[in-house]
């Protein structure tokens, strides 16, 4: 980082969002320490900037943008403190990557209790948005397995919270969208695990109706659960797709746990057949990112998913599949893509999705992929989680279809908030102010602007996020 007496010369970035789909010019400074935070900070107060911590930019929306402000880009802060194997606590910086600490920990037989599609994210952007993984119904979100954090605020306090010291920080501070001090150590606690490999269950479910039963029929059988939903179709195929419910192996089930669990057998290799590198795959995918293009495909994916069947794969492979293609996002082209992700209640979700996805059909624009989870309650502040099911949607962007694409989600959130649902502020990209306070409630809001004028008096922590759906609230 610039050091200090700190300027702004030479900081000026152009981010994106990981979708690509919103552009913001920023200051960007790339702390080493917890000190150098806070000069950041002094120097926004100085200036009368806006603050926004960004970890590996990996959020679908404009969670770590700040246009015209500061951006503390928390990758330089990336070492793992101390790593315990005989009780699986681990204490990390902030920026260490989910790819890093799973690494770290696996060949001594733990993984991270809590991931998301990706190994990119880092632990502090993991615990602003409190991650949910395809185990959320089983172990909740990556917030209930911190003991610890601490976290530098902008009034220059260090502070240090568990879920007993501090705990209404801390309950605020996991999920609060980095919005009320930016985290300098994670202490994690890890699962053990006696395999690197995982069982899967994988099925075909032939419509919404039954996507939905065998979702939550089977997730107290299984650690994880997951669908694919293809969204492309409708009539009495929709919501039809494919399930994927994995377990852990227990102790002694893998006469070759000790090979497996090394980083050697959980490599996600670099060439497709040995031959063309991964790295380019993305550019064959655009041709087929099109509506015909992609029901073709959801369609032979479906036909080839109508077997049941069962295998073992590495937790690598289970758990990264997103980045098996590296850079997947650019295939959706140039105007990017916007994730949608709904959470709904068991008892209305089957109405709510069958109502937008054939609103998507009669507008013309089809989600490209679709993708379920089970999930129940948890005590964070800005919690998106409930007793119900989440729908993932991806949607293509262009220059015709972005007015369209806006109205369409617009609509979708009137249907989730009528159904008694709940968004995830790390996806959806048109949220407003007003669909924010009726999931949330005026009580959690209050609650939250208590938070913002003791942590932040000056309003010094603000994201292009924070401003869309807070913006005259807080
Ligand atoms: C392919 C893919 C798959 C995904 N799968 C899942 C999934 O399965 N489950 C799920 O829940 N999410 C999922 N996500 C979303 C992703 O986990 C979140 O958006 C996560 O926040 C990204 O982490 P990041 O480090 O990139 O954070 P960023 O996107 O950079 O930032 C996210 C938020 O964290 C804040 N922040 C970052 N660092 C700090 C810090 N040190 N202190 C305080 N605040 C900070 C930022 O200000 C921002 O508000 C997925 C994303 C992608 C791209």
């Known amino acids: 980082m610039a050091t200090m007496s700190l300027t702004l010369d030479n900081t000026f970035t152009q981010l994106e969002n990981f ?24 120097l926004a107060k100085n200036l009368g900037l806006t603050v926004t911590a960004r970890g590996a930019g990996r959020s679908y929306n404009d969670a770590s943008l700040n246009g015209g402000g500061i951006v503390l880009d928390m990758s330089g802060m990336n070492q793992i403190l101390d790593w315990d194997p005989a009780s699986g606590l681990v204490r990390c910086e902030p920026g260490v990557t989910l790819k890093q600490l799973w690494q770290c920990v696996e060949p ?9 599609g990706t190994m990119k994210t880092t632990l502090g952007g993991c615990l602003a948005v409190n991650i949910h993984g395809k185990n959320n119904f089983q172990k909740g979100t990556i917030g209930e397995h911190v003991p610890e954090f601490t976290a530098m605020l902008p009034t220059g306090a260090l502070v240090t919270c568990t879920p007993k010291t501090n705990a209404d920080l801390f309950h605020a501070m996991i999920s609060g969208l980095g919005m009320l001090g930016v985290f300098t150590s994670i202490t994690l606690q890890m699962k053990r695990i006696y395999s690197g490999l995982i069982a899967v269950d994988a099925w ?19 650690d994880y659960i997951v669908g694919w939903l293809d969204t492309t179709t409708g009539g009495k195929n929709l919501g039809r ?12 089930e893998d006469p070759d746990a000790q090979k497996t669990m090394q980083l050697a057998f959980q490599h996600l290799p670099d060439r497709l057949f040995g031959v063309m590198p991964k790295s380019l795959l993305h550019y064959f995918m655009s041709p087929f990112m099109n509506d015909l293009g992609v029901l073709g ?15 073992r794969q590495s937790h690598a492979e289970f758990h990264f599949l997103l980045d098996y293609v590296p850079s997947w996002e650019r295939s959706f082209g140039r105007g990017g893509l916007i994730q949608y992700q709904s959470f709904l209640p068991k008892e209305t979700a089957e109405g709510a999705w069958r109502e937008m996805i054939q609103l998507s059909h009669q507008r013309g624009l089809p989600s490209y992929l679709g993708v379920t989870k089970r999930h129940r309650p948890d005590q964070f502040l800005l919690s998106h989680a409930l007793d119900g099911f989440s729908l993932a949607m991806d949607f293509k962007v262009t220059n015709n279809t972005r007015a369209k694409l806006s109205q ?21 990209s048109e949220t407003s102010a007003e669909a924010a306070r009726a999931f949330l409630g005026e009580e959690t809001l209050v609650e939250f602007k208590k938070f913002k004028k003791r942590c932040d008096p000056n309003n010094v922590l603000e994201s292009d996020l924070f401003r869309r759906v807070f913006g005259q609230s807080i």
């Open 204 to 222: 075909p479910v032939p419509d919404l109706s039954r996507h939905l039963r065998d979702l939550l029929e089977n997730a107290p059988r299984y």
């Open 19 to 42: 979708g690509h789909s919103l552009r913001a010019p920023s200051y960007c400074f790339r702390p080493t320490r917890a000190e150098e935070i806070l000069e950041v900070f002094n």
């Open 297 to 311: 495909i959801n369609t032979a994916k479906y036909l080839a998913s109508l077997r049941k069947h069962t295998f």
């Open 408 to 428: 369409l989600l617009q609509d979708f959130d009137r249907i989730v908030l009528k159904a008694g649902g709940r968004f995830y502020f790390a996806k959806n």
């Open 108 to 116: 001594e037989g733990w993984w991270p209790p809590v991931v998301s």
């Open 241 to 252: 797709g494919q399930i994927h419910a994995a377990r852990n192996l227990k102790e002694g």
